[in-house]
């Protein structure tokens, strides 16, 4: 594929990935990010206009381009999921006043 990027050189740039990927980079970029409306957690992209874009910007390989895509949700879903765990449980941290009491009761 491409040239191995410089582990130096971290974090890594856009450039320094095969084009495929950087088109699917992106096409991800244009569609809808779709939240869950009570909790506010992100559920990924609404993919219904995915077809329209490959039409668009006459993507040869459509099927390696949504794959790719796929996978760059996977990792943004999981990311964003840790990011609302840490908040909430820094949250729970800052309302208990960040002290766990202990109490020993003998009966």
Known sequence: MGQEPDPQKMP????????EIQVAFFLFGFLEDLWE???GTYMGKVWTQMEYLFKLYEIDEPKVTA???????????SYRGEQQTNKRK???RSASGGK????NVKG
């Open 37 to 39: 409306g009570t909790s």
């Open 90 to 92: 820094a949250a729970e």
């Open 12 to 19: 890594l740039e856009l450039s320094d990935f095969p084009a």
């Open 67 to 77: 794959y790719f895509m796929k996978l760059i949700e996977g990792t943004v879903v």
């Open 100 to 103: 766990n009491f202990t109490h």
